[in-house]
């Protein structure tokens, strides 16, 4: 059994180019809240989500087809940051805005065909602290790694942490203010 292959850097970004840069996408990006088909049915997605990179990319799961919008100044500096960081290039990003506990992320892992072979996340949190869990696809009943998201962290994904492993950001009943995620990715050219 492989172990997930990632790492978490908390303090990534200051609490203070946390708030701003939170601020910032708040009320700067054009927040959408797209449909999914699930055995059959329509079904609002639970948060809001955005898709920004290079001219032409295009972002597909579940039936859903994201162009990706022009990038946005602060989002492309933190992008070059990044590219620094980890010395890997990264040509797109999935901004996903949780407005509370209710909005979440079901069970998956990023591994759409069009990521290539070995699919790299740099995902960097905003906002509220959440739960990230993480569970082998191959033994969905094992003991279940925990993560917490703190504003400003940078969570690094690995291409085995795609291939082997599921990851979600679970729903809570309790009450919290809204959440940033940014989810860096590489799209190699066709």
Partial sequence: MTKPDYWLKQNFLSQTES??????????IAWR????????????????????????????????????????????ELRKNLETLTQLNFNAVLLNYYRDGKDSMGWHSDDEPELGPDPIIASI?????????????????????????????????????????QHSLPRTAKNISPRINLTFRYFPKK
Avoid at 44 to 68: C, V, W
Avoid at 153 to 158: D, E, H, P
């Fill in 125 to 165: 949190s905003l906002g509220a602290n959440r739960r990230f869990l993480l569970r082998n696809k191959k033994n969905p009943k094992q003991q279940k790694n925990e993560l917490l998201l703190e504003s400003g962290s940078l969570l690094w994904m690995g291409p085995t942490l795609q291939r082997d492993w």
């Fill in 33 to 76: 809240q797209d449909t999914i088909k699930m055995f059959g049915k329509e079904i609002k997605i639970p948060r809001l989500q955005h898709f920004m990179g290079d001219k032409g990319i295009e972002y597909r799961y579940s039936n859903t087809t994201l162009t990706a919008s022009e990038w946005h100044p602060s989002v492309n």
């Fill in 19 to 28: 708030q701003h840069l939170f601020a910032t996408l708040e009320n700067e």
